[in-house]
Every structure is written in C-alpha cells, then in structure tokens.
C-alpha cells in the first residue's frame, strides 16, 4: 500500500495541515498526478464537502462518506464530531483507512496539538500543528503502513 | 442512545482509560484559582463569575477533543435529551467521577437542569463572610464555561448557569442548561 497524501481542514474550513508522501520521481516516468498545492488543497476540501453533504442527503444524518476511487488513487475521508476532516490520499489498492484516520486524531492530534498548552485553540494557518511531535509521529505512523 | 448504556460507557472508560490525580489536589487547586480571582478582581464577585466562565470556556474548547478520543465517539447525538446524558455519564464521570442527575426538563426538550449532588471542587470549602460571595458569587462556575465550549465545537450553542449552591446555603447544587440552536456548517469562502 502506498500513501500519496494527507490533509487536515479544520471547522473553518481552512487546511490547516498537509504532508505528502510523494516517491522521488524516477527519470522518464509521467510527472505524478497527485501534487500538493495550495489549490489542490481547496478543490480536495470542495469535492469532500460537496460529497459529503451529498452522501448525507441521500443517505440520511447518519451517513457518513467514507472513500471514493479513481483509476489513479482512492481518497479516504473522516470527519470527527467537532466537523475536524481528515483526508488521505492512498493508492487505488487499499483498504478502508477510516480507521486510520480516526487513529491518527486521538494518538496524534489530540495528545500533541489539542493538549500542548501552547498551541493555539484556532490553528489559523496551520499554526501550532505543525509541531516536531505531530510531524515525527504521523510520518512513523503512516510509514509503518506502507 | 439509552442512558444506561451511556453509564456503562462513562463507567469503563473511567476505568480503564482515565489517569487519576489525587481528589484533595483538584479541591486545593481550584480553590486557589477562586481565591486568587477574588483578590484580583477585589471581591467584585460579579466579574469573578464572568473570568470563571471564560476560563472554563476555554478548557472546554479543547477538553471536547479529548472527550470524543476518549470516548471513541463517531457521531453526534440524536437529540438534546441524549447530549445530556452524555454529559452527566460520560462527560461528568470521566474526567471528576461524578454523574450529576439530569432533570427539570422543559416541556419542548431544550434546556435542563444538572443536579449536583457532589462537587469535588466545593469540598472544604466557606464562602468568605462578608454578606455578599452568598449571594453573588457562583463558586463553581467554570463548569459553567466548560459545557459552553465543549458544546459549542460540536455545533451547539447554549447558555449555562448555576441556579443554586449548597455552598449558599440552598437545598442543592443545581445548573441549568438552555439550548440556543444549533450551529450549521461553516462553508468555504466563495472562489472569486
């Protein structure tokens, strides 16, 4: 299993965390498709929004929009009460990361952002996420995946 | 969600999950805050209150998240009466080991009381005797401050307030807490 991509939006909307996992690229071989701009970061939050409003509409309050899957990857999606979203970009092959993603909020974004005294409530910008602690866990966490 | 489902939740998650710190520590701490609050502000209690508030305001904001962790809740409740129980039975019981009951239910489900029929932050604890902290200061309000917060990051506004103390001399310790609405999602700034 290969992770691409990873992305936290907080209640405001805004991504206020993005790490990508990209493998260097190899000469000859068509640039990935998968970049992690700034831009990227808004149309993934629109689509997943869009979905996940959708998924709810049809499906009910209860309903929740899971993954969904392009011939090039699968985009992973959970939104935890407090309307925190995580998204993670995965080859096609995976399996659900719902699990995952809900590990990655209590082990890593409760314990070193929610509970260091220091960061701010509001992460505008991302401040007070990116943390040596929240970056050294993911990356351990996500590589002991791959 | 029944609540005595809720119970049995807040019950083993208190047990198995929860690091404990000493009872008298949380009592003498918290005091201390009020005491010092108090000197601060002069005895203004009024604004003692409204500071109490707003620092539990804060803890709430953030405390939410390590209830949901803690918890492993994945979705919001259905309705107000089930966010009660789980603040008395699992919000209340994980983190002071206390459910306080939930009653006085208004007719149209919005707002309740929390009876208190232990306080581990009033243990030991006199209002001072100068004929007003009786009948001004809310000596546990940050309580009040906590719910505030930790409802709203999960898109409840409501109003919190205690009605009375047995610290005051009252019959009970009692909250009352008022449903305003619910909050609706924020949506991403327009592209231009």
Redesign the interface.
């Known amino acids: 299993m290969v992770v691409y991509s990873f992305y936290i939006f907080d209640r405001h909307t805004e991504c206020v965390y993005v790490k990508s996992w990209m493998p260097p690229q190899v000469p000859g071989t068509p640039a990935p498709v998968l970049s992690t701009g700034s831009d990227n970061a808004k149309l993934i939050f629109g689509t997943v929004f869009s979905l996940r409003n959708m998924v709810r509409k049809l499906g009910g309050d209860d309903d929740a929009f899971i993954s969904y899957r392009t011939g090039q990857y699968k985009l992973h999606f959970y939104e935890t009460p407090a309307n925190l979203r995580f998204v993670m970009i995965t080859d096609t092959g995976s399996a659900s990361m719902r699990n995952v993603l809900h590990q990655i909020y209590i082990n890593l974004w409760v314990e070193y952002v929610v509970k260091n005294p220091l960061a701010p409530v509001e992460h505008k910008g991302g401040a007070g996420v990116n943390n040596e602690l929240f970056e050294l866990g993911l990356d351990q966490f996500i590589r002991g995946l791959m | 969600m029944a609540a005595s489902k809720a119970s049995r939740i807040g019950e083993e998650i208190w047990k198995t999950r929860i690091d404990k710190v000493n009872a008298e520590l949380v009592t003498l701490t918290y005091g201390t805050i009020v005491a010092q609050l108090c000197k601060d502000f002069e005895d203004d209690y009024p604004e003692v209150n409204r500071q109490l508030d707003k620092m539990g305001y ?1 803890i709430g ?2 405390l ?3 209830y ?2 803690k918890s ?5 409740c ?1 309705n107000f009466r089930e966010t009660a129980d789980m603040i008395s039975r699992v919000g209340f019981k994980i983190f002071l080991n206390i459910t306080p009951q939930v009653t006085n239910w208004t007719a149209d489900n919005n707002s309740f009381s929390l009876v208190f029929d232990e306080n581990p932050f009033a243990d030991f604890v006199e209002l001072p005797d100068d004929g007003r902290a009786q009948n001004e200061l809310w000596y546990s309000n940050i309580l009040c401050g906590v719910l505030r917060g930790a409802l709203e ?3 409840m506004q409501v109003e919190a307030h205690f009605i009375s103390d047995v610290l005051r001399g009252n019959d009970t310790t009692e909250m009352r807490v008022t449903l305003i609405r619910y909050i609706d ?5 327009e ?1 231009d």
């Open positions: 804060n904001l953030r939410i998240e390590d949901l962790a492993n809740t994945m979705k919001r259905s990051m999960v898109q999602d924020e949506l991403p700034p592209d």
